[in-house]
């Protein structure tokens, strides 16, 4: 063979070796691609099943807690997981309360059965399929009703955004009977909302649960205590006003309000509260608190950080602020006699009613006032004590001291013996504070120091 035609054979040969090759090459390439195909669709279809157990067993009931968007308060529903592709959707909030009645006052209890089912879109997806009118409001594109602007209180027009809300959620694990999810559509700002269900006991009635939950609003943030503090482990207190707006206005204590104030949404649960994101305080990152027995919240994060109102003594002594009201049913030992013996005196001699006893600042006398309302008729009387002093002792304890003549309507009163001797027992004794909550301590025990059978327990009426 000429060394022309060796060449070329040589050429013919390469060329067909690298033919072969490619096709070999691709042959191989579709067969890998098969495999890997058939393998995610199979992995993908064990986890929805996996998933569709999970939402079903142990009597399929969970909590989630739901927020919308990175500027509005969380939601608590309880979902009920069946077999069958259905779910009862339960709530407890004021946008319920908007669909049933029009108004956004107060919150109102709905549920409603829809359906679910576990769909694969990159991974597993819960999506909640069919309209619930009392969870799918949320992703409605309408116009949110009554959301006036604080500087115009002009309605802010929503129209085409709504809530910003997801009814589809990408399922991203499962651990310790929490499931973590994240909604599949982005709210205004581009940001993908993060959200936990939680397993709850099958058996407890979704009416109930909620309510207690609402109940739960007023036992950590209620509006006759208007602020409240953050206690970080170095000693610096941050202070936390809006509570009950469950938007949480926070700045340091000994910072300037205005210009530093930040603004955090939470989620108030059946046993604490969540801000939506961790949120840093002077080093300290918090999330997650649980409601503590004697009212306070823990961190959960650290087991450090806590939240509370002021201490006792300066939330009971703040002159300007609180109206503090008792009655009789509402003491104990001493008191609890000279009150009950007051209401007789009041009746036989007076022929009058007594309705309360009070501690608040008069503005006219410019002095914190200890009095005593009664009724006669029509006509309502107030015996006024003037209160020279009313001191902290310390953060548990206080002492007052009393002008033991009172007012010109006291005088006339003077008869009743019993008044003296409440003004007296009362005039420079030390009495230890104890509250039904140190979040909220809107109940108030005075017991005298040393004879804690001998109390008065005020109720926070209302703010001045």
């Given at each position: 063979m000429n060394e022309d035609k060796m060449k070329k054979f040589l050429n013919i040969s390469l060329l067909a070796l690298v033919v072969f090759s490619m096709f070999s090459l691709a042959s191989c390439k579709n067969e890998v691609d098969n495999i890997f195909d058939e393998?995610?669709?199979?992995?993908?279809?064990?986890?929805?099943?996996?998933?569709?157990?999970?939402?079903?067993?142990?009597?399929?009931?969970?909590?989630?807690?739901?927020?919308?968007?990175?500027?509005?308060?969380?939601?608590?529903y309880l979902m009920t997981?069946?077999?069958?592709?259905?779910?009862?959707?339960?709530g407890n909030n004021q946008w319920i309360n908007y669909v049933k009645t029009g108004s956004t006052k107060t919150p109102a209890f709905g549920s409603e059965i829809s359906m679910w089912e576990i769909i694969a879109d990159n991974g597993p997806v819960l999506s909640f399929n069919t309209y619930n009118k009392y969870f799918h409001l949320f992703a409605d594109p309408y116009d949110i009703p009554s959301t006036g602007g604080a500087a115009t209180d002009a309605d802010i027009d929503e129209?085409?955004?709504g809530h910003e809300g997801n009814y589809e959620f990408d399922i991203m694990k499962y651990s310790g009977d929490t499931l973590y999810l994240t909604g599949k559509k982005p709210t205004r700002s581009e940001r993908y909302v993060d959200?936990?269900?939680?397993?709850?006991?099958?058996?407890?009635?979704?009416?109930v649960y909620m309510n207690e939950v609402i109940a739960m609003t007023d036992s950590f943030f209620n509006t006759k205590i208007p602020q409240v503090y953050i206690n970080l482990p170095n000693g610096v207190r941050w202070i936390v006003k809006n509570g009950a707006s469950s938007i949480l206005k926070m700045f340091r204590e000994d910072a300037d309000e205005i210009s530093t104030a930040e603004y955090h949404n939470i989620i108030i649960t059946h046993d604490g509260i969540s801000f939506m994101d961790p949120v840093t305080l002077d080093g300290y990152v918090i999330k997650n608190f649980t409601r503590q027995p004697d009212g306070s919240l823990l961190c959960r994060d650290d087991n450090q950080t806590t939240m509370t109102a002021d201490v006792l003594s300066h939330v009971f002594t703040t002159q300007t602020a609180y109206v503090w009201r008792s009655t009789a049913a509402q003491a104990g030992g001493t008191f609890g006699t000279l009150l009950t013996t007051l209401t007789s005196e009041m009746k036989d001699i007076y022929k009058s009613t007594f309705n309360y006893a009070q501690i608040a600042y008069d503005a006219d006398l410019k002095a914190q006032i200890l009095s005593f309302n009664v009724k006669k008729g029509s006509r309502k009387d107030n015996l006024k004590y003037t209160i020279t002093k009313m001191e902290a002792v310390g953060d548990n304890q206080v002492r007052l001291t009393i002008e033991p003549e009172g007012d010109l309507v006291a005088q006339a009163y003077k008869n009743c013996t019993a008044l003296a001797q409440i003004i007296a027992a009362i005039n420079g004794s030390t009495f230890d504070l104890s509250a039904n909550?140190?979040?909220?301590p809107v109940n108030m025990k005075m017991a005298q120091s040393g004879s804690a059978g001998n109390y008065i327990t005020w109720s926070l009426s209302q703010n001045n």
């Amino acid at each position: 063979m000429n060394e022309d035609k060796m060449k070329k054979f040589l050429n013919i040969s390469l060329l067909a070796l690298v033919v072969f090759s490619m096709f070999s090459l691709a042959s191989c390439k579709n067969e890998v691609d098969n495999i890997f195909d058939e393998d995610a669709v199979i992995r993908l279809d064990k986890a929805k099943a996996e998933y569709s157990d999970i939402l079903t067993r142990n009597g399929g009931k969970w909590q989630l807690e739901y927020f919308a968007n990175e500027n509005e308060q969380g939601y608590i529903y309880l979902m009920t997981f069946a077999k069958d592709g259905s779910v009862t959707i339960s709530g407890n909030n004021q946008w319920i309360n908007y669909v049933k009645t029009g108004s956004t006052k107060t919150p109102a209890f709905g549920s409603e059965i829809s359906m679910w089912e576990i769909i694969a879109d990159n991974g597993p997806v819960l999506s909640f399929n069919t309209y619930n009118k009392y969870f799918h409001l949320f992703a409605d594109p309408y116009d949110i009703p009554s959301t006036g602007g604080a500087a115009t209180d002009a309605d802010i027009d929503e129209s085409g955004y709504g809530h910003e809300g997801n009814y589809e959620f990408d399922i991203m694990k499962y651990s310790g009977d929490t499931l973590y999810l994240t909604g599949k559509k982005p709210t205004r700002s581009e940001r993908y909302v993060d959200m936990i269900m939680t397993r709850v006991d099958g058996g407890i009635n979704d009416e109930v649960y909620m309510n207690e939950v609402i109940a739960m609003t007023d036992s950590f943030f209620n509006t006759k205590i208007p602020q409240v503090y953050i206690n970080l482990p170095n000693g610096v207190r941050w202070i936390v006003k809006n509570g009950a707006s469950s938007i949480l206005k926070m700045f340091r204590e000994d910072a300037d309000e205005i210009s530093t104030a930040e603004y955090h949404n939470i989620i108030i649960t059946h046993d604490g509260i969540s801000f939506m994101d961790p949120v840093t305080l002077d080093g300290y990152v918090i999330k997650n608190f649980t409601r503590q027995p004697d009212g306070s919240l823990l961190c959960r994060d650290d087991n450090q950080t806590t939240m509370t109102a002021d201490v006792l003594s300066h939330v009971f002594t703040t002159q300007t602020a609180y109206v503090w009201r008792s009655t009789a049913a509402q003491a104990g030992g001493t008191f609890g006699t000279l009150l009950t013996t007051l209401t007789s005196e009041m009746k036989d001699i007076y022929k009058s009613t007594f309705n309360y006893a009070q501690i608040a600042y008069d503005a006219d006398l410019k002095a914190q006032i200890l009095s005593f309302n009664v009724k006669k008729g029509s006509r309502k009387d107030n015996l006024k004590y003037t209160i020279t002093k009313m001191e902290a002792v310390g953060d548990n304890q206080v002492r007052l001291t009393i002008e033991p003549e009172g007012d010109l309507v006291a005088q006339a009163y003077k008869n009743c013996t019993a008044l003296a001797q409440i003004i007296a027992a009362i005039n420079g004794s030390t009495f230890d504070l104890s509250a039904n909550s140190l979040l909220s301590p809107v109940n108030m025990k005075m017991a005298q120091s040393g004879s804690a059978g001998n109390y008065i327990t005020w109720s926070l009426s209302q703010n001045n």
